[in-house]
Nanobody, 117 residues
């Protein structure tokens, strides 16, 4: 059974940090591009970051560049999102996504990140 399980969300003050983790199982993790998305209340889901299958190439939403870092550990079937200098606008449910061309795309259940004072 394919699973993506996110963890690490929580409540932090503006300027704080969180590290999200997503543990994958049931598919060939090391062959998949991994992505993080987020969805704020009343907003459409938006792409946040991507890391290539090897971990060598990353891309970010402009508003998180310099603050967020996506990485992966293929030996642990895990992708991470390190989030620093968090802002209230970062408040959202964060979702892990796995994609490979011509294969189904997988989604996790999400983890809540809340940034407020």
């Amino acid at each position: 059974q394919v699973q993506l399980v996110e963890s690490g969300g929580g409540l932090v003050q503006p300027g704080g940090s969180l590290r999200l983790s997503c543990v994958a199982s049931g598919f060939a993790f090391s062959t998949y591009t991994m992505r993080w998305y987020r969805q704020a209340p009343g907003k459409e889901r938006e792409w946040v970051a991507t890391v290539s299958s090897t971990g060598s190439v990353t891309n970010y939403l402009d508003s998180v560049k310099g603050r967020f870092t996506i990485s992966r550990d293929n030996a642990k079937d895990t992708v991470y999102l390190q989030m620093n200098s968090l802002k209230p606008d970062d408040t959202a449910v964060y979702y892990c996504n796995a994609h490979q061309i011509r294969r189904p795309t997988y989604w996790g259940q999400g983890t809540q990140v809340s940034v407020s004072s």
